[in-house]
């Protein structure tokens, strides 16, 4: 069975940072494509960063140079550092997993889920 459980959520000011956290488990992750996504209210899902097995990393122009992504194979993990918040981070941010390594922003073309996790920014 697969599992993406998201964490790290939760309140924080303009400014500041969040680390959110993807453990996956029934899933090859050391050779698995994976993304965060998120979506705000009445909005559709976005992609935010997409990481490869390599290491390729690819992030939306808005969050450019304030996000990073990693991930921990050995740990079946992957990070979203959050750094510099804005109001327009603002959103339910969920872990998916793609079962081709190569990058796709289209979020049909991801085969796993996480639940999602609220990140709330506050001004």
């Known amino acids: 069975q697969v599992q993406l459980v998201e964490s790290g959520g939760g309140l924080v000011q303009a400014g500041g940072s969040l680390r959110l956290s993807c453990a996956a488990s029934?899933?090859?992750?050391?050779?698995?494509?994976m993304g965060w996504y998120r979506q705000a209210p009445g909005k559709q899902r976005e992609l935010v960063a997409f990481i490869s097995v390599g290491g390729f990393t690819l992030f939306a122009d808005s969050v450019r140079d304030r996000f990073a992504i990693s991930r921990d194979n050995n740990k079946n993990t992957l990070f979203l550092q959050m750094n510099d918040v804005k109001s327009e981070d603002t959103a339910v941010y969920y872990c998916?997993?793609?079962?081709?390594?190569?990058?796709?922003?289209?979020?049909?073309?991801?085969?796993?889920w996480g639940q999602g996790t609220q990140v709330t920014v506050s001004t």
């Open positions: 998916a997993a793609r079962n081709l390594n190569t990058l796709s922003t289209d979020p049909d073309r991801y085969d796993y």
């Open positions: 029934g899933i090859p992750f050391s050779s698995t494509g």
